[in-house]
């Protein structure tokens, strides 16, 4: 999954990941000539920027794995046999800020307000396709408008992971999970750490955090379009990691419209944005709270555990709409048997990692992720929780995948 820096320097500078500032405004696949004819004619007023290739949703498929993800996608889907399926694949490579427009052969209103509707497509036309029909329905997804208004209002998924207390492996719950999920699910993953002083998300992938990360957290203005080109390090195809090394005699502080903001551009480019969260959370640290989907809370096998895993479940409650409890190291020794940690809990986690001695040190000190087949299998219950995606399965309708469902 990760490559050296030099290696993924390159591949971001050819044009690999969600970060990337050169997107395609209008990207179309189509199968025939006279398809093609109609979108060139019909969108020529709306400027450049504009490329039509030959070919069907299997070639947009395997085009866009490689490619970034155009800010308009149009898809031709005649002839296919199920159409649904092969969408579901497309929508899970995509970023979530993507409109799509489909062309078919299909004339049935039903199949229309199923793609339009049910998942998300934004609009759908049956063919023959003429210029006029082409610049009336897509045109207006080229100007933006509207179209763009509704696409600022969905986004990906936010998890906050945050621990009972320092040192029971928070980071590296939020490495391998963010890990996981680019794997997995295909989809593009934001890793944010917030632990600007002292973080060690960078030092566990071997690479050095780009600057800027406390300034637009602290500024908000300063949160940008070009904030992902300044901030974000490509890790891999599909995972871009944003984080800080302040000194340690600085005092950061975030604001809660910087972290709003921040939060806000990393949704519409990225389908997951795994958040490693300092806790307890300050005020601004709170506002993830209140986008996430999903709270993890990673708490070790001892008394301070347990006692500030309860703690913090009261605290952080009411803003995520879910919650899921790690149990990192169970068997260390010296530590609580399992059965003493549910007393003390009153609840059984959710999520149970073993301890592994050997493997995550040495892992952290050579900088390379400890994911491992152990790993994998104690992280599966929140890969299926937050994508729908268990044992290499992918499931989950098209709006849930290319819109990244609600927060």
Same mark, same amino acid.
């Given at each position: 999954m990760r490559a050296d820096p030099p290696r993924e320097a390159a591949d971001h500078a050819r044009g690999g990941g969600a970060g990337r500032?050169?997107?395609?405004?209008?990207?179309?696949?189509? =199968?025939?000539?006279?398809?093609? #004819? *109609?979108?060139?004619?019909?969108? #020529?007023?709306?400027?450049?920027? !504009? *490329?039509?290739?030959r070919g069907g949703i299997a070639t947009a498929i395997k085009a866009l794995e490689r490619e970034a993800t155009p800010r308009v996608l149009l898809v031709d889907i005649a002839g296919i046999d199920d159409p649904m399926e092969q969408l579901e694949a497309l929508a899970g490579i995509c970023t979530?800020?993507?409109?799509?427009?489909? !062309?078919?052969?299909?004339?049935?209103?039903?199949?229309?307000? =199923?793609? /339009?509707?049910d998942l998300g497509v934004a609009e759908y036309v049956h063919k023959p396709l003429t210029r006029d029909s082409a610049e009336r329905l897509f045109g207006p997804f080229l100007k933006g408008g509207e179209a763009e208004t509704e696409a600022a209002r969905r986004g990906g998924q936010v998890v906050a992971v945050c621990?009972?207390?320092?040192? $029971?492996? /928070? /980071?590296t719950v939020a490495v391998n999970l963010a890990l996981q999920l680019a794997d997995v699910s295909r989809g593009h993953v934001a890793l944010?750490?917030?632990?600007?002083?002292? +973080?060690?998300?960078?030092?566990?992938?071997?690479?050095?955090?780009?600057?800027?990360?406390?300034?637009?957290?602290?500024d908000p203005e300063r949160v940008d379009g070009l904030f992902l080109?300044?901030?974000?390090?490509?890790?891999?195809?599909?995972l871009k990691l944003i984080a800080a090394e302040e000194p340690m005699d *600085? $005092?950061? !502080?975030?604001?809660?419209?910087? $972290?709003?903001?921040? !939060?806000?551009l990393l949704r519409q480019r990225f389908n997951h944005v795994v958040v490693d969260l300092?806790?307890?959370? +300050?005020? *601004?640290?709170?506002?993830?709270l209140a986008a996430s989907r999903l709270m993890l809370l990673v708490m070790g096998p001892d008394l301070a555990g347990i006692r500030n895993a309860i703690a913090a479940r009261k605290l952080a409650g009411g803003g995520a709409a879910r919650m899921m409890t790690v149990l990192n190291r169970e068997g260390l020794p010296g530590g609580l048997k399992r059965k003493h940690i549910l007393e003390g809990l009153g609840a059984t986690p959710e999520v149970t990692i073993p301890d592994l001695p050997k493997l995550l040190p040495r892992a952290a000190n050579l900088g390379k992720p400890a994911l491992n087949t152990v790993l994998r299998r104690a992280l599966a219950p929140v890969t299926e929780e937050i994508a729908a995606v268990h044992a290499g399965k992918v499931r989950g309708s098209l709006m849930a995948r290319l819109f990244g469902g609600s927060a």
């Open positions: 500032g050169e997107r395609a405004p209008f990207l179309a696949f189509v =199968q025939d000539e006279a398809s093609e #004819a *109609a979108i060139r004619g019909g969108l #020529a007023a709306f400027g450049g920027g !504009l *490329a039509v290739r979530p800020d993507l409109r799509m427009l489909v !062309l078919g052969d299909n004339t049935e209103i039903g199949f229309y307000r =199923q793609l /339009t509707r621990g009972a207390r320092g040192g $029971v492996g /928070t /980071t944010l750490d917030l632990n600007l002083r002292g +973080g060690t998300t960078g030092l566990m992938f071997g690479v050095r955090p780009a600057p800027g990360l406390r300034v637009a957290l602290e080109e300044r901030c974000a390090m490509p890790i891999g195809e599909r *600085a $005092v950061p !502080l975030p604001t809660i419209e910087g $972290v709003a903001g921040l !939060l806000g300092p806790m307890p959370p +300050g005020p *601004a640290e709170r506002a993830v």
